[in-house]
């Protein structure tokens, strides 16, 4: 199994949601959160006061699949997410030791 963790702009959840739909994903995780990498944020203007915002709303996915799966799952979220300009994000592979579902307490694959 892997966990995929994709940092990516909010406005492309949904096109990499349906993408992600489309392959066989079942279910992920989604966190509004905040930050920046090379881009390093920007200044904006405020009632005539510049100040500087460092960090930038994103969104995170984590996904949780099989090994036949990760990789279409990773290409996915770069095809759907990429705009082609800076702060697009990243995705990033774990692999997962265990899972387990709570209700029925399946283990493995069958968890996820």
């Known amino acids: 199994m892997k966990l ?3 940092v990516i702009k909010p406005f492309k ?3 990499v949601k349906e993408g992600l739909m489309e392959i066989g994903v079942e279910g992920m995780t ?3 959160v905040k930050g920046f990498g ?3 944020g920007h200044t904006e203007m405020y009632r005539g006061s ?3 915002v460092d960090f930038l709303p994103k969104v995170r996915l984590e ?3 099989g090994d ?3 990789d279409r799952v990773a290409q996915t979220v770069v095809a759907k997410a990429k705009t082609g300009k800076i702060g697009d994000g990243k995705v990033f592979v774990l692999p997962v030791e ?3 579902r709570i209700r029925t307490e399946e283990t493995g694959d069958n968890a996820i």
């Open 30 to 32: 989604v966190t509004e």
């Open 50 to 52: 510049e100040y500087t």
């Open 4 to 6: 995929i963790i994709a």
């Open 68 to 70: 036949d799966l990760a």
């Open 63 to 65: 996904i949780v699949v």
């Open 38 to 40: 090379r881009q390093k």
């Open 13 to 15: 959840l949904e096109e």
């Open 98 to 100: 265990q899972a387990i």
